[in-house]
């Protein structure tokens, strides 16, 4: 068994372990470098006394067998550490470790997600349909969920357009919902890509939409919302693309309702009132997130071929530059995390937060910890943050080194 096929279907039974918490595995899988290592890992502790073959091997011939059948049916199957694995999606905390896919899946980083409710009014789908369509026009990947309303309407614009647009749905990469797009989605497939982050066989559930709509967020470089009442998708992917750092760009038709008003006060937040204004919006948001750091190395892979902390310690550099220049800034960057600033502040909108929510008087600096031990994560979205007060000293000599983000943090 090629190493690549062996470790690709380690994760896939690793996946399937019962139990097993998919967020978790992937992140451990990327911590130890191996998806084969954890899994003996797994197993180790599973085993009993006097076994009659050896589980994990049993367990990798099991899988290796479904994901030749899963190739063989046309689905691409791409794991978390694979090179053709979208990068943005390994910088969220809801990182899906596996991703089956049809059509042609490319690392799109001119793409923007354009998402909206499925009772959609007439106005609605054609607000839809004109942004779908000048994004297409453009040069920009459309993202959609394939769902009725807004996202049909993108998808079939972007189309038109002779554009690409990518289906993130959230069944099984078998499966056809709502059944009425069955053609929609084969053609997307056919023309663009359908990606799945579920089982190939698997049904909706109550619980898959959100976590498409968070795969949607880490997918797309920003969020464009059409039209949106309280307890819409749409707006739960809002609020999910602030929490990854990702812009969020809204029509002013959509201040009706109370949510929109409330998240157009927040930093990364842009509302529009015209088309050229949107797409204008949208390309200097490609060209920060491109210049900016989040346009390095992401994460590594298994092949051996670059350093599982080349990216850690990138991202660290880079931290470490911003750390020690905190009264001069660079435009649009976060001097806690490094990732994307929109207006005059300098830091973005999770870290405010969680510097406002730590205790009067114990943070100098607000530090994401969770660097090392989460690989090369974004620190938006992760919980993991301690607010400590960090000399400049204790800065310059220790903030190289990773073992600080996981050890004793320094009270000064």
């Given amino acids: 068994m090629v190493p690549e096929l062996r470790e690709r279907a380690a994760l896939v039974a690793l996946l399937r372990c019962p139990g097993a918490k998919w967020q978790d595995i992937g992140l451990e899988v990327l911590e130890t470098g191996s998806a084969v290592t954890a899994l003996e890992s797994r197993r180790r502790l599973q085993e009993t006394l006097f076994p009659a073959s050896d589980p994990v091997v049993s367990a990798i011939t099991d899988a290796a067998e479904s994901v030749e ?4 049916a046309g689905i691409g199957v791409h794991a978390c550490f694979d090179l053709d694995y979208p ?3 390994r910088s969220i905390h809801q990182m899906p470790p596996l991703l089956f896919s049809r059509g042609d899946l490319v690392e799109d980083q001119r793409a923007i997600a354009v998402v909206g409710t499925r009772q959609a009014s007439e106005r609605g789908l054609r607000i839809a349909s004109s942004v779908a369509r000048e994004l297409a026009l453009n040069g920009v990947t459309v993202v959609g969920g394939l769902a009725r309303g ?18 993130v749905i959230g069944t099984g990469i078998n499966r056809f919902y709502p059944n009425e797009n069955r053609a929609l989605q084969e053609r997307i497939a056919h023309e663009g890509a359908v990606i799945s982050q579920f089982w190939p066989d698997a049904p909706p559930s109550k619980q898959s939409f959100p976590m498409r709509n968070a795969v949607m967020s880490g997918y797309a470089a920003a969020t464009v919302v059409i039209e949106a009442p309280w307890k819409s998708g749409a707006r739960i992917q809002a609020r999910l693309a602030l929490e990854h750092g990702r812009p969020v760009v ?8 109370d949510w929109a008003r409330e998240y157009a006060k927040k930093p990364g937040v842009h509302v529009v009132s015209s088309l050229e204004q949107l797409l204008s919006v949208v390309e200097q948001v490609i060209s920060d ?21 080349d990216a850690v310690r990138a991202r660290v550099a880079q931290q ?4 020690r220049n905190p009264l001069k800034p660079a435009p649009s960057i976060c001097y806690v ?19 406002k929510a730590a205790q009067s008087g114990v943070a100098d600096v607000v530090v994401p910890i969770s660097y090392a031990v989460k690989g090369a994560q974004h620190a938006h979205g992760l919980a993991a943050y301690k607010a400590v007060r960090v000399p400049p000293l204790e800065i310059r000599e220790n903030l190289l080194d990773l073992r600080w983000f996981v050890g004793p943090m320094c009270t000064g």
């Avoid at 059948?69 to 063989?72: A, D, F, P, T, V």
């Avoid at 993108?154 to 990518?166: D, F, N, S, W, Y």
């Avoid at 470490?320 to 750390?323: D, F, K, M, P």
């Fill in 289 to 309: 997130l491109q210049a900016g750091p989040d346009a390095l190395p992401e994460a590594p892979t298994l092949s051996g071929a670059v350093d599982p902390w």
């Fill in 87 to 89: 990068s943005r999606l």
């Fill in 150 to 167: 807004i996202d049909t309407a993108a998808h079939q614009a972007a189309l038109e357009a002779h554009g690409r647009t990518v289906a």
């Fill in 69 to 72: 059948s899963w190739e063989e």
């Fill in 320 to 323: 470490v530059h911003y750390l």
């Fill in 250 to 257: 809204m029509p002013d038709q959509l201040l009706e309702h």
């Fill in 337 to 355: 995390c490094c990732g994307p600033v929109t207006g005059p502040w300098s830091r973005c909108y999770p870290c405010e937060q969680h510097l």
